[in-house]
């Protein structure tokens, strides 16, 4: 049964409207000293997006002279000095130049000219049906019935009136502005005034409305738009949202450019139904590093589901910095906090989100390269009390060294940890640690023999809550070889010569069985068996479990390299041999005499995975029962690009008898995108669990792209952290070089591929 359902749309007049094909071709392209893609030379082609239509071209062409020059079919002065230009009039100066029907003024302080003006100058045009153009740093230049190109940024408008000041901004008055081709208006900002500041970075409008293919979409009394990547104060386009349980929801960020090293963030939150909320994000940049702190905060007056109560306040917050002092010393603390424990904003568009446990951690690192050391304190936030609360670090302490010569390899890791048990109602203590690994590294052009012993060594002060306290400590030495064998043969395929290897692995693992009763877990686990874990030394992750076993794995691998020597294939077979039982587990309550694992060889372990193309890439991994003749492991993820801009994902995974029942799945997904036409795509993408028998994700969208925008529209169902199906329709759009509008579900899938952030293709 589905618990929520969420449809966000946008609730006033057509948001956006998609041509279903380009606009027609402007009468006179080169007005704005723009080329169509196929003009372009072949070179230039390549170099653009394939979403833009072509390419804006520099055709001013600095001149050698320091000198003004006058070039029109006839040139008088008349009495009072003043130079009349008539008939393709030109005034060519060292950084710009004048063409217009006609021009009359005096040189060195003013032109005025009429008829077919272009002023061009590097990077920038500027046409009009009359102007004034004036030397003196007072005045500005002025034209009538304008059109201005910017050739570096693809930033054009019009109006009806157009001033450029000596310091480079331009007023427009009654007019428009934009980024798009001129093939294609997608968007366009009219206004009765807008101001264009270059240096600056910005620009300001009055009056504002934002036409999407000559269709408003929003109104602006005033504003502040960004002209360069570079960072400006205020409103962000605001996020729209509406559901048929919570009404109408409305997110209104301002960014707030503080200073070039900190800024921040502010987004008022409304949902019409349920309350108001208000989330902050500020960031801090030093020399040293980089600092943080979010919060969200919403105050539910009304709760949408009408069988239970509106819950009141509901707050997140972080912080977080990393400091890296020296190249050897740092430092960093991360606080999270859920202050209305257990509640949660419903409305959040920071990174902090609902979770079982908030950190709370400071941390002082050193590093020398060989040597590195880091102490750190760590505890949490369990805002629900039925859970059980994870162990504190009060503190942990790590230290690692290591020696490294041609033939012997040394390396020493040592740990100390106070670990506390918030819930005081089972055991704590205190651990030492210390691992060495000491190898000999026998190789040559053909084959390696690396025999080496492990010493571990562990120290416990158990403090029990509910039984005495007591001490205990291991000891344990464990001894292995690792060996290889290469082989290689050349191969001709499609008259290219490749390269193939054939490796036979051995290794010998032998490390003895030891009581382990007495040593609590704090932080045992046990890894996923494959191939590569076939060949570790140690049976468990963390150091509180030393596993017991003697075995032999045995392994074969294979890898084909291109005529370029990119490997392309690579194959790998392997199995353990078990020359004794396994007594020790995860929990480490064994004896000597009640195997936990008595089989004589573990499954095959195969992997495959094919690389070197952009078209086809492959990841396969399966492990092979053959005395049971079942799998309890295959995975494999196929990535294809069968098309250019087509691309179908495929992957499946089975795997059980894990030490966590929860991480047993059998899950398949689908995915895919493909283009209908040059800028209109479709994706979709289905998961689906078979243990559940039913899906667990399906996305529905189309987007579109051009040089300009970038829209994304899909329907998404999702299985939540609940087990129930949430679904949605999202809209978003990014206008480029203004701002995104709209908001996605948060969770992975195909959608996000193709959104990429708002970023050219996918």
Known sequence: MVKYLRIYALFFQTLFVIPLAHASQVTKENQWDWVPRESLPKAQQEQISRYCQGSYVDRWKPTTSLDTNLNAKTIYRDKAGVVHLIGNAEVIKPTSTLQAD????????????????????????????????????DSPTEFVDAKFTSIATGQRGAAKSLLRSKNGIIFIYQGYYTTCEPTEDSWKLYGSSIELNPKAGFGTAENVQLRVHDIPVFYFPWLRFPLTSARQTGFLFPTFGFSASKGLSLSTPFYWNLAPNYDATITPNIVTNEGTGLDLEIRHLSKYGLTTYEQSTFDEHKSFDDSKQAEGAQTLLRFKTDQQFTKNLSTGLLYEDNPTENKYPDVNSTSIKQKDNYERSAYLGFNSGNFSSKATIRTYQTPDPTLDKPFDWKPRIDSSYRYATTYLNYNVNGQYTDFYDPDENNFDGKRSVLNQDISLNLSNAWGTFSPGILLNYRDYQIHNYKSPDYDTSLSHA?????????????????DTTWRQTLEPRLSYLNSPYKDQSLIPDFDASVPTLNYSQAFSHQRFNGNDRVGDTEQVTLGIESRLYDGQNRQRWAFKLGQIQYLKDRYINKTGVTSQNTPVDDENQSPLLGSVTYTGSNRFSLTGNVNYDVNKHKSNLAQVIIKTRPADYVRLDMSYLYTVGNDDPTNDAKQANVSTIFPVSQDWSVYLQRTYDFFKHKKTKDVAGVGYENCCVKVSLSYQEWLNDNSDMERGVFLLFNLRSLSTVGQNSGEPSVAQDYWNNGKVGY
């Open 102 to 137: 006609k021009i009359e003024g005096v040189p060195g302080k003013y032109y005025k000219t009429n008829g077919n003006i272009i002023l061009r100058q590097k990077g920038q045009v500027i046409r009009g049906t009359s102007g004034y153009i004036s030397n003196d740093s």
């Open 478 to 494: 464990s001894v292995y070889f690792d060996s290889s064998v290469v082989f290689e043969r050349p191969l001709l395929i499609d």
